[in-house]
């Protein structure tokens, strides 16, 4: 079975995913609130967003060789991460995954994964 990082076409999309994701997020009026918890220049956050994915996704594990971990609730603390936000990550990431030409069923392989991904930095009732 291929993983998600081969069925999405390797290094190439998985960097045009995260790229899209953080474009989503600047141009998508419902994702405002996770917007504002960004600085201005997004370049490094969608390097770390590949990174990311990159490992979570099949590929080769960026995030940990670069970083030594893959914690996702450390790097959230300082934010109040609600249901609302995960659920406008959500909606970055689907923008992102059709943008990339995603097939109906890689798309419907992450949809769950994805979910508990976003969920688990949820630090905030809401």
């Given amino acids: 079975m291929q993983t998600p990082y081969e069925l999405l076409g390797g290094e190439e999309k998985i960097r045009a995913l995260a790229n899209a994701f953080y474009d989503a997020m600047d141009r998508l009026p419902q994702a405002a609130g996770i917007r504002q918890m960004h600085g201005e220049n997004l370049d490094l956050i969608k390097e770390r967003l590949f990174e990311y994915l ?8 960026l995030y940990f060789n670069n970083h030594n971990t893959i914690c996702l609730t450390t790097p ?7 249901s609302e936000h995960r659920d406008q990550w959500l909606l970055c990431m689907d923008q992102a995954l059709e ?14 994964p994805l979910y508990q991904l976003a969920d688990v930095v949820r630090n905030t009732p809401d």
């Avoid at 990159?54 to 594990?61: D, Q």
């Fill in 76 to 82: 959230h603390k300082p934010f109040a991460i609600k």
């Fill in 99 to 112: 943008e990339v030409g995603a097939s109906a069923e890689v798309r419907a392989m992450l949809k769950e």
């Fill in 54 to 61: 990159s490992g979570w996704m099949g590929g080769p594990p």
